[in-house]
């Protein structure tokens, strides 16, 4: 019925299925950036209302090698998706790796960090109103570092038994995207906690 | 992907063939399925069976103030009742209903098959069947499983301190946070979807402004979304380490605050109001057309007060705060927004009757409930602006006048407009239509019950009735105002009785009908009724917002004018 044989180009069209995956990513990422933002929110109104010691200035250090290493991964993985593209699995299976030892880092660095700060600094997520947003905050991105770390690493099992091929590229760029925002609200976790309110 | 079958030929005739199978096999279908129609009529259903829920809540809550110093029930068992009743009509009721709209609808009007991502779908569907049903696993395991009678007591908004491990013993409130919290992750899940398929699924031809202003409007819908659902699951999130790590983020005595968890709560609080009355401007937008014979006054107009709406919806949440005490530079803001977001709405109202000016009106019950939706809509828009002047809501915030406000809104205009988008579309969804005998009935019912209750339910909010009360003295004076609020419901319930027997009849002995039966101008209207599971044979394309308008009159095309 409304079907008739008029030809409609393409170019009407900027945005077509096969970009719904990453149209679908940018929509997760506009979510999650809200959820953050509150946590953010929060951490910015608590800063230095807390009753009691400690406080950050006492505790925190910069953690400069491990974000280093995390804002790294954005590139390696930037590089492992180019390999891919032009269809270097290997290239693209060993900067993927890369990626995933960047990330584990990173999560060590945090563990490390934590467990200092429980054991020897004595704060913790009750101690005082610090603790509370800088547990939650902190722990929220780390959390994120963890799903996307979990992501990559199943993608590096599926290239180590070969099943990933040139053709997934644009999959794996959406997932790409993904580990690229988790990178970026480090940005923001970093200054805000280690820079802003310390 | 493409089949060479005209669209006038169907491959596929799925319910009769369902009948016949045994009962196990249809069960799995529907528990299995990522089809966008099934998924849409099950989120309907649910969202169904929850209003009716809700509604019984509410009806017992009524006949509890229906006289003075009554002992029907508890004040706990009253407290119990108004936050159920609150948490299931929004989160459960609503909100699955409208999104059953967006699912069924959307990809039909938009020419596609189904939806950008049909199991993320089936998924955000089960996910908020789950947290219906862990709040209200909470009545036999809100304090551990021996007794009944412990649903969550803290209100909807469940506000600091209330919530904290003192005051909140048990499980109960626990319950109502993950159960808002898993059913927020499902909804982020649609808007993710509809705002997906939106842009990328549209069929050729079928650009932005070439919408209906149904998908323009749940477009929007769904943004807000995207933008409102994070606030509500941060702030439950915190509240969860408040109560199980011992955090202090509303813990007053640690240097927390109250006030801040308001702040979170109506961020997400008020973008929900229009999270729901998008989608039901979008069910009235596609109505008052039809049965206008016209098409809609002001297309662009409609579209840059949605988004403007979308936009300003998000600036407006402290005036749920007046009453809290805040700056005078704050309560002038959030006056000044909120009276600001009429504006775009009142548009919207001038731009509907201007689509009715004019034309052909056929008053079929669809469009009687679009002219109920429209008077009572701007009822509840009138008493919105008084509201929004900070001094009125010193005076009348937390009555029943703002009870009587918002429940103008969400009955008199988001459910009005639900009952009309039924009327309409269920010829599409089963191939039957809904006896219009029976149907006004439910449309005088209810339009009786409704403004029995809700009209004199703004008086004793205007006396003094503060909100949440259990019950009250007989010498205040509010009494015979109780009751007559409290005899509208029996009217509502009628009608709603009559809707449900209606749905039901129609559903197994209704006559049959056409594809087009409305002779409407949208691109659901030109597959079959029932639609078949890939909805279009051949993807269609179209010239202008109404595809079938120039199918039907090639002499005359919309085109020609756009």
Redesign the interface.
């Known amino acids: ?4 044989t ?1 030809a ?1 180009p ?1 170019s ?2 900027p ?3 096969h ?2 995956g990453k ?2 990513m940018w ?2 990422i ?10 953010v929110v ?1 951490y910015l ?2 800063a230095g ?3 009691s010691g400690p406080t950050p200035a006492q505790v925190l250090e910069v953690p400069i090698f491990t974000s280093i290493c995390l804002f790294s991964s954005s590139l390696t993985i930037l590089v492992a998706e180019k390999a891919l593209h032009i269809g270097n699995i290997k290239r693209f299976g060993a900067f993927w790796l890369l990626t995933i030892v960047l990330g584990v880092i990173f999560l060590l660095g945090t563990a490390r960090e934590w467990h200092g700060l429980i054991y020897e600094k004595g704060l913790t ?2 101690t ?2 610090f603790g ?2 800088f547990y ?1 905050l902190v722990g ?1 991105h780390a959390f994120h570092v963890i799903v996307g770390a979990t992501g990559l690493t199943i993608i590096m099992i599926f290239t180590a038994l070969g099943h990933v091929r040139q053709e997934h590229s644009e999959r794996i760029g959406v997932f790409a995207m993904y580990w690229h925002f988790v990178d970026a609200i480090w940005v923001v976790v970093l200054s805000v906690v280690y820079f802003i309110t310390r | 992907m493409y089949d060479a079958q ?3 030929r169907p491959m596929v005739v799925s319910p009769e063939r369902a009948g016949s199978r045994p009962l196990v096999q249809v069960l799995h279908d529907w528990i299995v399925t990522v089809d966008h129609k099934k998924l849409g009529v099950m989120y309907f259903s649910y969202g169904i069976l929850f209003l009716v829920i809700g509604g019984v809540e509410a009806s017992i809550m009524r006949a509890q103030l229906a006289v003075a110093n009554n002992h029907l029930v508890s004040p706990e068992t009253f407290n119990r009742l108004f936050t159920m009743h609150g948490t299931t009509m929004i989160f459960f009721a609503a909100m699955p209903i409208v999104f059953g709209f967006a699912n069924y609808l959307m990809p039909l009007m938009i020419g596609a098959r189904d939806m ?2 049909p199991r ?1 779908n089936a998924w955000s569907f089960w996910m908020s069947a789950l947290g219906g049903i862990i709040l209200y696993f909470s009545f036999i395991g809100g304090s551990g499983l021996y007794g009944a009678g412990t649903a969550p007591d803290v209100g909807w908004f469940a506000y600091a301190p209330l919530t904290s491990p003192a005051f909140s013993v048990g499980h109960s409130t626990d319950y109502w946070i993950i159960g808002i919290l898993v059913s927020g992750f499902g909804s ?1 899940g649609t ?3 509809v ?3 939106i ?4 069929c ?2 079928m ?1 932005l402004y070439r919408m209906p202003l149904f998908a323009w409007m749940n477009t929007v819908m769904a943004v807000l979304v ?6 509500l ?3 439950q ?2 509240l969860l ?2 109560r199980y ?5 509303f813990d007053t005595q ?4 109250a006030v ?1 968890w308001m702040h ?1 709560f109506w ?1 997400f609080g008020h973008p929900e109001v229009y999270i729901l009355v998008l989608p039901a401007f979008a069910i009235v937008s596609e109505v008052i057309p039809v049965f206008s014979r016209k098409p809609i006054f002001g297309y662009s107009i409609m579209v840059a007060a949605t988004v403007s709406i979308g936009f300003i919806s998000l600036g407006v949440w402290a005036h749920h705060m007046f009453t809290v005490g805040m700056t005078s530079y704050a309560n002038a803001f959030f006056v000044a927004s909120t009276a600001a977001i009429a504006v775009p709405t009142g548009i919207k109202i001038f731009n509907w009757l201007g689509t009715m000016w004019g034309g052909k009106i056929r008053y079929s019950v669809a469009m009687m409930f679009c002219v109920g939706f429209l008077c009572q809509f701007l009822i509840a828009g009138l008493t919105g602006i008084m509201l929004s002047a900070a001094p009125f809501d010193w005076q009348l915030g937390n009555s029943y006048f703002v009870v009587a406000h918002f429940h103008y809104v969400i009955l008199g205009g988001i459910v009005m407009a639900v009952f009309a988008g039924v009327y309409y579309w269920f010829p599409k969804v089963t191939g039957k239509m809904l006896s219009e005998t029976l149907g006004k009935w439910h449309f005088w019912l209810f339009v009786i019950g409704f403004h029995l209750t809700f009209d004199f339910m703004h008086i004793p909010g205007l006396l003094g009735m503060p909100r949440r009360i259990y019950t009250y003295d007989a010498s205040r004076g509010w009494e015979i105002w109780n009751l007559i609020v409290s005899i509208g419901v029996i009217f509502q319930v009628l009608g709603i009785l009559f809707w449900v027997v209606n749905l039901i009849i129609t559903f197994y002995k209704g006559k049959k009908t056409g594809n087009d039966p409305w002779d409407a101008w949208t ?1 659901e209207w ?1 597959t079959t009724s029932p639609p078949p599971d890939y909805n279009f044979a ?6 202008s917002r109404r ?2 308008w ?2 039907k009159h090639p002499e005359d095309p919309d085109w020609k004018y756009e």
Do not use: W
């Not at chain 1, 506009?30 to 946590?39: C, D, G, L, P, Y």
């Not at chain 2, 790590?245 to 983020?249: A, N, R, W």
């Open positions: 019925m409304a079907a008739t008029m409609v393409q009407e069209m945005l077509s299925a970009m719904r149209v679908g929509c997760l506009a979510a999650e950036s809200a959820i953050f933002s509150i946590f929060a109104y608590y209302k807390s009753l997520i009750s005082n109103l509370t947003t939650s929220l | 005209p669209m006038s950008a991502f993320l982020i808007a993710l979807n705002l997906t398929t842009l990328c699924m549209r050729p031809g650009k995207l933008v409102a659902i994070g606030p699951t941060a702030a999130i915190m380490i408040d790590l011992g955090g202090h983020f640690a240097g927390g605050s801040i979170f961020i691109l030109s051949t993807i269609p394309v179209v010239r595809p079938l120039d199918s």
